[in-house]
C-alpha cells in the first residue's frame, strides 16, 4: 500500500525532528519512496510568532489504516509531540495521514482522504510537488487541480 503522510512542527529544531521521524517511519512503518521539499509556512488556524516547516513522504507499507495512525500517533509522543485541547497548536511534531491507497475511510478516530488537506497551502504545495497527477478518491480531481483551485491564500514557501 502506498500513503502520503505530511509531517509539520513549528517547536524546537523542526529538521532534526523531521530527520527522527523519517529514521523511525522507516524502521516501524516501511520505506520511505519519495519525499517533497520543506516548506515555510504560517500558523494555520491560530496565531504564533513560530512559523511551521512541512514536507510530504510517499511511504510504502503493509499497515492497516488504523494501526498506522497509531503508529504515527506512537512517533509523535516518543518525538516530544503534547497533544493541546485544541487542534491547531504549536507543537513538535505532527504526522498527518493525507491518502492510503485510493481508500476512503471513515470513522470516529480517522478520516481518509484528510478531510482538510485540499483548503490547506501548506498540504498542497509539498503534495503536488511529489504527485501532481494523483487523483483525490472523493473529489475526484487531480492533487495538481485542487493546488490551483485552493482558496488558502496564507503564506507559503519551498525552501530550497
Known amino acids: ?57 510517499e511511504v510504502s507499507t503493509q499497515m492497516k489504516p488504523i494501526e498506522l495512525l497509531d503508529a504515527t500517533q506512537s512517533i509523535e509522543a516518543e518525538l516530544g509531540r503534547v497533544r493541546k485541547k485544541s487542534q491547531y497548536a504549536e507543537r513538535t511534531i505532527d504526522i498527518d495521514i493525507l491518502f492510503y491507497d485510493d481508500i476512503v475511510f471513515d470513522t470516529e478516530r480517522l478520516t481518509i482522504p484528510h478531510k482538510m488537506l485540499h483548503k490547506r497551502r501548506f498540504t498542497m504545495l509539498p503534495l503536488n510537488e511529489i504527485v501532481p497527477d494523483y487523483i483525490h478518491p472523493l473529489l475526484n480531481k487531480t492533487v495538481s487541480d485542487l493546488t490551483n483551485i485552493c482558496e488558502d491564500d496564507s503564506f507559503v514557501k519551498q525552501i530550497k
Open 1 to 57: 500500500m502506498t500513503v502520503y503522510l505530511l509531517l509539520g512542527g513549528n517547536i524546537g529544531n523542526t529538521r532534526e525532528y523531521f530527520s527522527d521521524a523519517k529514521r523511525i517511519i522507516q524502521s516501524k512503518i516501511g520505506e520511505i519512496t519519495n519525499e517533497s521539499s520543506i516548506y515555510e509556512s504560517e500558523p494555520w488556524g491560530f496565531k504564533h510568532e513560530q512559523n511551521f516547516l512541512n514536507s510530504v513522504l
